[in-house]
């Protein structure tokens, strides 16, 4: 088994030794990897759907890891109790349902020494939520695989909610900025696509809302600008 770079940058966030959950995990694969080099000992891998965790177990013993592992079926962290693991990865899921996940039982989330979330869609909606809601970014992380630049947000709870600048920072993680992320310009420039690509569909037309949209994507573009 070869882990994409996606799945290998997320697993290189998992802190060594410590006990981890991989929720919504599928194929298995990063807590399955992350045993067998030793840099965990037990790990539960969890998914709310038969098929892709009895994936899991098939990985789980086909390399021999059965005893250093709870596979658990259910949804996002309800399937644990509070310090059974200390990081949580929860990855390849939408940004709003992430949040809806940690939501769901508070008290896990926020005992959490590490959550290490890679929204596929609705990262600015993750980071509102995570910013609002008393959980401080600890990082943020890009990694490109073929075409596609993923965000990986590492987050804990302290309890203390986060003003942003701007709303544009809910887009472009701060710490992205300020760890001169080397993949940020070509971030900054998928953004810039998209809104010119919106811009092109929706200029010349009217109705409801057009000209706020196109207004909207201007001042997007010109703040995306800035930051590069
Ligand atoms: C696209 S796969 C991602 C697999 C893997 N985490 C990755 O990043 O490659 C999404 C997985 O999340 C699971 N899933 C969806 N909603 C979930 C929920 N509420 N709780 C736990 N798992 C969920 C799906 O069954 C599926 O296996």
Known sequence: MKLTDRLLKIASLVTKGKKVADIGTDHGYIPVYLLNKGHVDYA?????????????????????????VDLRLGSGIEVLEV?????????????ILIGELLEAKKEVARSLDKLILQPMQAQNELRKYLLNNGYEILDEVLVKEDFRIYEIIIAKYTGKNTEVKDEMYYEIGSKLIENKEPLLNEF?????FMYNSILSKIEGKSGDGISKKIEDSKIAINKLEKLK
């Open 188 to 192: 900054i420039d998928k953004k810039i």
């Open 83 to 95: 310090n059974e693991v200390d990081e949580v990865i929860i990855a390849g899921m939408g940004g």
């Open 44 to 68: 539960v891998l969890a998914d709310v759907n038969k098929g892709p965790l009895e994936n899991a177990r098939k990985e789980v013993r086909h390399n021999n890891l059965i005893d250093k």
